[in-house]
Structures are given as structure tokens and as C-alpha cells.
């Protein structure tokens, strides 16, 4: 169906950037929305960032000015440039596509699909 791949994570000193990439595979699909989603051990999954296929995009409040997601239709594939990364954004970062449809005209299906998680660390 669709497989999701993450890039990009590692350690980082604070204050520093990374980029992370999303990439989507599969035969015969259409992604609406991809989204950025992190989860930090003892805390709650949040989302981060989201972009939709004609370009609106959302952030969570606490990454407003310093992160920026973008996508590129094409090559079916989402980033996530982090710049001025805190201790706090410490957190396993996970890739979704959201309403993917599958198929064609006549024979289609609908599905959400998840990537596997790419780790952050921000720490001196």
C-alpha cells in the first residue's frame, strides 16, 4: 500500500537545526494531508506541524518561528527544518499521512498511514 520512511534524526546541541524527511512510497496513491507528529517518554503524543496537498499549513504554538514543514508533491515526500532546537523538543518524531487514497477512479480505498519514528535528541 503506502510505506512512510523517516530521515534526518539525531543529536543535536541546543540552539542548533535539523531537517527531517518523510518519504512515501507505493503504487497508485494520493496523500491529502502529511503531518509531523512527536512524542516524548511520560508525555502524551502532540502534533507538530501539518501541510495539506494545496499548501495550508499549521503549527503547534510551541514551534511557531522556529520550525518549518513543506512538501513536495512530486517526489511525495515532507520535511521538517528545525532551527533554534530546545532541550524540550527532545522526543521521538513520527511521520503520518492522513486520507491517502489508494487506487483509481472506480476502485479506491482510504487509509491513514504512519512512519516508524526517527529520534531527537537536543542536549549539550
Known amino acids: 500500500q503506502v510505506q512512510l520512511v523517516e530521515s534526518g534524526g539525531g543529536l543535536v546541541q541546543p540552539g542548533g537545526s535539523l531537517r527531517l524527511s518523510c518519504a512515501a512510497s507505493?503504487?497508485?496513491?494520493?496523500?491529502?494531508?502529511m503531518e509531523w507528529y512527536r512524542q516524548a517518554p511520560g508525555k502524551q503524543r502532540e502534533l507538530v506541524a501539518s501541510i495539506t496537498s494545496g499548501g495550508s499549513i499549521d503549527y503547534a504554538d510551541f514551534v511557531k518561528g522556529r520550525f518549518t514543514i513543506s512538501r513536495d508533491n512530486a517526489k511525495n515526500t515532507v520535511y521538517l527544518q528545525m532551527n533554534s532546537l530546545k532541550p524540550e523538543d527532545t522526543a521521538v518524531y513520527v511521520c503520518?499521512?492522513?486520507?491517502?487514497?489508494?487506487?483509481?477512479?472506480?476502485?479506491?480505498?482510504?487509509?491513514?498511514?504512519w512512519g516508524q519514528g526517527t529520534q531527537i535528541t537536543v542536549s549539550s
Open positions: 507505493g503504487t497508485d496513491f494520493r496523500i491529502t494531508t
Open positions: 503520518k499521512a492522513d486520507n491517502v487514497i489508494i487506487g483509481s477512479r472506480g476502485n479506491y480505498s482510504v487509509g491513514d498511514f
